[in-house]
C-alpha cells in the first residue's frame, strides 16, 4: 500500500507553553463533542459529529511544551469512499 503523507507548519504568535496548552484543550478548537481526556500520555477521547465523523483518539507521546502525538485508534468518515481512511494516522 502506498503512504500517503501530509505535513504542514502553522505558525502563531505563542510561547511553547501557550501553545502546547491549547492544543491539548481540544473543547476549545475543535469540538465541544469529546469524550474521555486529552491531558496526557494514554489518554483517549473519541469525537462525533452526527453520523458523519466518528473518530477516538490516543495520546502516544506526550513531552510538555514540545509535542503531542495523537494516534487514531478508530474512525468512521462516511463523507468519504473508505470510511476508516484515518484508523491507525499519526496527528503530532
Given at each position: 500500500m502506498k503512504a500517503n503523507?501530509?505535513?504542514t507548519t502553522i505558525t502563531v504568535n505563542a510561547t511553547p507553553h501557550e501553545a502546547f496548552e491549547c492544543i491539548n484543550e481540544?473543547?476549545?478548537w475543535w469540538t465541544e463533542n469529546l469524550v474521555g481526556k486529552s491531558e496526557k500520555q494514554g489518554?483517549?477521547?473519541?469525537v462525533q459529529f452526527g453520523d458523519i465523523h466518528y473518530s477516538k483518539q490516543r495520546l502516544i507521546e506526550v513531552i510538555p511544551d514540545q509535542k503531542i502525538v495523537w494516534l487514531i485508534t478508530e474512525s468512521r468518515l462516511n463523507f468519504i469512499k473508505d470510511k476508516e481512511e484515518w484508523t491507525n494516522t499519526r496527528i503530532e
Open positions: 503523507n501530509f505535513q481540544v473543547t476549545r489518554d483517549e477521547f473519541s
